[in-house]
């Protein structure tokens, strides 16, 4: 045995894998933006403003305002989910009790834009609206379960009609 925990042996072995790769993963990526992407932004934007390509007004003059000017929030792509039901509940309750953001829970999730899915969720909704089509599909009933090799459905025994009576006499004369 190699020490090393067997994250293929349950659901709750394979997220405690993903989770430990994506712990290691936003350390690094932290690392990236803070020692590289932020930086380099920076200088982009003070040269923007210093060709006076861009007009971002105390940028040079006031550091509170350079700092305002320079924030951002460096996210990549999301680390996908095993049960994305339990995913975006979860994230509901966060938002619910304001331990975090719609703008955070969706960089989280999808690694898309908060704003940008709104703005283009209001847009399918006016669209659909306008085509008088319905905003929420009906969900369809599960399917029936199927029995021993995708036999006929299987009934609840409480439902199964009862065993037909074999006279023991019929065994016993055979």
């Not at 955070?104 to 690694?111: C, M, S, W």
Request: overall charge negative; hydrophobic content about 40%; glycine content about 6%.
């Amino acid at each position: 045995m190699s020490g090393h925990p067997n994250f293929a042996a349950s659901y709750s072995a394979a997220r405690a894998a993903l989770l430990q790769a994506w712990a290691f993963f936003r350390m690094r990526r932290k690392w990236l933006a803070d020692s590289l992407c932020q930086p380099t932004y920076e200088l982009v934007l003070r040269n923007a403003i210093l060709r006076g390509r861009l007009n971002a007004p105390g940028f040079l003059a006031d550091p509170a305002l350079r700092a305002a000017w320079c924030g951002a929030r460096w996210t990549g792509p999301s680390p996908g989910q095993l049960d994305p039901l339990k995913e975006v509940n979860a994230a509901e309750k966060r938002m619910a009790l304001t331990l975090s953001t719609r703008t955070r829970e969706t960089a989280e999730l999808t690694g898309d834009d908060w704003e940008q899915v709104a703005e283009e969720a209001a847009y399918e909704r006016d669209l659909m609206n306008t085509l008088g089509l319905p905003l929420t599909a009906e969900l369809a009933a599960p399917p029936a379960q199927l029995g021993h090799n995708g036999g006929p459905p299987m009934q609840d025994p409480a439902e199964a009609p009862a065993p037909a009576e074999t006279g023991d006499s019929d065994l016993e004369a055979a």
